[in-house]
């Protein structure tokens, strides 16, 4: 796997871009009564890799499905705050509006069209294209996923786990996504297939310049590859911060990466004294 702390000397990585999406003190219930998110603040910048980090429960999806414009559908409302995209508010727009404004999600457990090829399920990521333009962007997939071009044929139920994520990433990438979020990409994958994944995700970034909001538990991968991070916890954000200055903390690499200071492996039950540094909340 690739090595998540960098050097004390590296500088911090600059995000330069103009804010793509802000979400602003958001706080979401659900049933008119559960609170699962309270006054979360967080930006993308174009052009930027950000990743919100943090453990089952944490509020990690109901940010996601809030952005995604999908937080209805399980009963959840936002209750205060906004969500901004390109300086315009979607807190109350659709899930295909929001599509169709280019924020463009790939759900945790991918959910693929099983019983159609791979081919079909690209095509229907890029349902919003021309003829011309669906088959230049599948071109783009096939290049950066040359297994996928290889099992173009095949029916997406029958493709390994990570294949089947290889497809998913593909099929939100037809859609020409001005934001790229992805909702636990290493979930269930092999460590290889997750370098693999990652690589990639690296790739979008450098060569296609491409915004991605990445919400993942496995830290380390996501900050290996992040501009910034955030970490929540009880649906608040308690820790923000460059990726890289974030990896060398000695508090997230106990709790978050699993290791003492001393190199050995914790696990989360181990960390006795997890301090709370910056904007850490009682």
């Known amino acids: 796997m690739r090595a998540p702390v960098e050097s004390p000397d590296v500088p911090p990585r600059r995000m330069s871009g103009r804010p793509l999406l ?12 559960i609170e699962a998110v309270r006054d979360v603040s967080l930006t993308v910048p174009e052009g930027a890799i950000v990743a919100l980090l943090g453990s089952n429960g944490a509020g990690k999806s109901t940010v996601l ?32 509006e929001i599509v169709r ?3 463009i999600q790939v759900p945790e457990g991918r959910r693929l069209f099983v019983n159609m090829t791979v081919e079909e399920n690209l095509m229907m990521g890029g349902y919003l294209q021309s003829p011309a333009r669906m088959r230049e962007l599948r071109d783009v997939v096939f290049d950066l996923f040359p297994r996928v071009a290889e099992r173009r044929g095949q029916i997406a139920g029958y493709l390994s786990g990570g294949e089947q994520q290889m497809v998913a ?30 690589d990639i995700v690296e790739r979008l970034r450098r060569e296609m310049g491409m915004t991605i909001l990445l919400v993942e538990q496995s ?17 608040r954000v308690v820790l923000d911060g460059d990726a890289a200055k974030l990896s060398r903390n000695i508090e997230v690499q106990e709790y978050y ?17 997890y301090k709370r540094r910056k904007r850490w909340l009682s």
Do not use: W
Not at 22 to 33: P, R, S, T
Not at 219 to 234: G, M
């Open 169 to 198: 990433v593909g099929r939100a990438l037809m859609a020409s996504p001005k934001l790229l979020a992805l909702d636990e990409p290493s979930l269930g994958l092999a460590p290889l297939i997750i370098d693999a994944i990652y």
């Open 101 to 103: 404004g280019g924020l």
């Open 65 to 96: 499905k809030t952005v995604s414009g999908v937080l209805a559908i399980e009963e959840g409302e936002i209750e205060k705050g906004t969500v901004v995209f390109e300086g315009k508010s979607i807190s109350n727009r659709s899930a295909e």
């Open 22 to 33: 802000e979400i602003n003190n958001l706080k979401i219930v659900y049933d008119g009564a």
């Open 219 to 235: 830290a380390a991968h996501a900050l290996a590859v992040a501009d910034y991070a955030y970490i929540l916890e009880n649906g």
């Open 257 to 273: 990466l699993g290791h003492s200071g001393t190199g050995e492996r914790k696990s989360f039950r181990d960390v006795k004294h």
